[in-house]
């Protein structure tokens, strides 16, 4: 069994991966590679031959029988993980090999925060007797080109969730068909109690197996990755609201980039921002 990774890092998960192995690549094209090579010389572990390249560059002698990476970032696909593992997995890895992580979903869900966490609009604030709602049609404009409106927060930050979350893709590495991604999505919900709503939290889970898979959102265990929150105008919302999203994924190594847009349906109006 052989792994192939472009970012080895500081080489943690090539030194595990050769207690099983015959044979290890690990691969890294920064200077990281020289962390990676001293914890594999400390610990005494031959098996692992260690490569300062890109993984387009990279060409084993022979056909390897498992990718295993880390590729992901922040939202799912920001490192270029579907064209980065398609060209390895066409080139290196033998039929029938695996690539872990193998599958993904990228999942949204309207949240109410805990009140630390709430970072209100300026036009929002209220403070020492002065309204800035005045603020609100110059301030929106400028919240979208700067990026505001779009902040990581931890799961912890979350105080409720106001539905289950929904699915907004799904990617499967495994080939060419499974990894194609839509270029716009969306996700509806329907409000199960009222609060205070303040964003769409974006998510992803990551699959090995049906039996070890992990999640990053709300009421998931803290890892490095942390969730977007997409922070709309804080409004309460009543039981049985509707709410919708909807996001363009483009291009898909650059989230500053992604375009998204909600609405807010109460049985008598509506509320709508993008």
Same mark, same amino acid.
């Given at each position: 069994?052989?792994?192939?990774?472009?970012?080895?890092?500081?080489?943690?998960?090539?030194?595990?991966?050769?207690?099983?192995?015959?044979?290890?690549?690990?691969?890294?094209?920064?200077?990281?590679?020289?962390?990676?090579?001293?914890?594999?010389?400390?610990?005494?572990?031959?098996?692992?031959?260690?490569?300062?390249?890109?993984?387009?560059?990279?060409?084993?002698?022979?056909?390897?029988?498992?990718?295993?990476?880390?590729?992901?970032?922040?939202?799912?696909?920001?490192?270029?993980?579907?064209?980065?593992?398609?060209?390895?997995?066409?080139?290196?890895?033998?039929?029938?090999?695996?690539?872990? /992580?193998?599958?993904?979903?990228? !999942?949204?869900?309207?949240? =109410?925060?805990?009140?630390? #966490?709430?970072? *209100?609009?300026? @036009?929002?604030?209220?403070?020492?007797?002065?309204?800035?709602?005045?603020?609100?049609?110059?301030?929106?404009?400028?919240?979208?080109?700067?990026?505001?409106?779009?902040?990581?927060?931890?799961?912890?930050?979350?105080?409720?969730?106001?539905? /289950?979350?929904?699915?907004?893709? !799904?990617?499967?590495?495994? =080939?060419?068909?499974?990894? #194609?991604?839509? *270029?716009?999505? @969306?996700?509806?919900?329907?409000?199960?109690?009222?609060?205070?709503?303040?964003?769409?939290?974006?998510?992803?889970?990551?699959?090995?197996?049906?039996?070890?898979?992990?999640?990053?959102?709300?009421?998931?265990?803290?890892?490095?990755?942390?969730?977007?929150?997409?922070?709309?105008?804080?409004?309460?919302?009543?039981?049985?609201?509707?709410?919708?999203?909807?996001?363009?994924?483009?291009?898909?190594?650059?989230?500053?980039?992604?375009?998204?847009?909600?609405?807010?349906?109460?049985?008598?109006?509506?509320?709508?921002?993008?």
């Amino acid at each position: 069994m052989y792994e192939c990774r472009r970012w080895t890092g500081s080489g943690v998960l090539a030194c595990l991966a050769a207690r099983r192995a015959r044979k290890v690549y690990a691969i890294e094209h920064s200077t990281l590679i020289d962390r990676a090579t001293l914890l594999a010389q400390s610990n005494e572990i031959t098996n692992v031959e260690l490569l300062r390249v890109h993984s387009r560059d990279f060409a084993p002698p022979e056909k390897v029988d498992v990718l295993l990476h880390e590729q992901i970032d922040m939202n799912l696909v920001d490192e270029d993980m579907i064209a980065n593992l398609g060209d390895l997995r066409r080139r290196v890895l033998t039929p029938g090999g695996l690539i872990l /992580p193998g599958r993904f979903e990228l !999942r949204v869900v309207p949240v =109410s925060l805990e009140p630390e #966490a709430r970072i *209100p609009f300026l @036009h929002e604030q209220r403070m020492h007797g002065l309204d800035f709602s005045a603020f609100a049609a110059v301030n929106k404009p400028d919240i979208a080109a700067r990026g505001w409106d779009r902040r990581l927060i931890d799961p912890r930050d979350v105080a409720t969730t106001f539905a /289950p979350a929904a699915t907004l893709f !799904r990617l499967d590495l495994a =080939s060419d068909a499974g990894s #194609a991604l839509p *270029p716009e999505t @969306h996700a509806s919900f329907v409000a199960e109690h009222e609060g205070t709503l303040d964003g769409f939290v974006v998510f992803f889970s990551v699959e090995f197996s049906p039996e070890i898979a992990f999640h990053t959102g709300p009421g998931a265990t803290t890892t490095h990755w942390r969730c977007r929150l997409y922070c709309t105008d804080q409004r309460e919302v009543r039981r049985d609201d509707r709410l919708h999203l909807s996001l363009s994924i483009s291009p898909p190594t650059d989230a500053s980039a992604w375009q998204w847009a909600y609405e807010v349906r109460t049985p008598t109006a509506s509320v709508h921002a993008d």
